[in-house]
Every structure is written in C-alpha cells, then in structure tokens.
Nanobody, 122 residues
Framework: QVHLVEFGGGSVQAGGSLRLSCTAS????????MGWFRQAPGKEREFVAV????????YHANSVKGRFTISRDNAKNTVYLQMNSLKSEDTGVYYC???????????????WGKGTLVTVSS
C-alpha cells in the first residue's frame, strides 16, 4: 500500500503560479512512477504529467506542456508539480498518483491521493 497526500492547492489569478507537492508513505517511493491528474468541474479526470522512478524521464500532457513541470525528490518521498502561466481552464482538483509502470501511467495508476483544489480566476 502507498498513502499519498497532496499539498499546495489554492486560489490564484490567471497568469500566476502554484507548486503542488505530494508526499508518499508506505512502500519504497522510488519503486513507483508518479503522476498528476486533474478533474475539472463537470468533466472526467484527465492526465497531466508523469515522471519515471528515478526522475530521468517525464511526460506532460499537451495542454500543460511548457507551463507545468513535474519533478520528484526520492530522498524526501515527494513529487512536485510546478504550475506557471495558469489559465482558468486549469481549475480543478489535482490528484497525485503512483503506479508501477511509467509507460502506461497516463492510462491508469495503482494508488491515488484525495486531491487538492486549484482555482484560477480570470
């Protein structure tokens, strides 16, 4: 089992920045690819970004590429999502997730946090 807790959500004006973090406990953090997903009001949850176990590979959704950056610190059991140039359409609940496979991570993960709300006002 892996327990994930997200931090850093809040309200920000369009064009601003936020950094989300997610701390993991349970099984060794470096055993998992880590990802961020989000769910906007009235919409299905969507993939945002994923990072490999050692942090050497990352993949971002086209909608956030160039604005968001995923990173991790295995010594701190923490994954981050730096969000810059935020837009109103970035509003939603952001979920941290852990999975065994980096390649298929965007299609499903094994463990999920409860989410943190990000609200971007225009």
């Amino acid at each position: 089992q892996v327990h994930l807790v997200e931090f850093g959500g809040g309200s920000v004006q369009a064009g601003g920045s936020l950094r989300l973090s997610c701390t993991a406990s349970g099984r060794p953090f470096s055993s998992y690819a880590m990802g961020w997903f989000r769910q906007a009001p009235g919409k299905e949850r969507e993939f945002v970004a994923v990072i490999s176990r050692d942090g050497g590979s990352t993949y971002h959704a086209n909608s956030v590429k160039g604005r968001f950056t995923i990173s991790r610190d295995n010594a701190k059991n923490t994954v981050y999502l730096q969000m810059n140039s935020l837009k109103s359409e970035d509003t939603g609940v952001y979920y941290c997730a852990a999975g065994a496979d980096y390649v298929s991570a965007k299609y499903g993960m094994d463990y999920w946090g409860k989410g943190t709300l990000v609200t971007v006002s225009s």
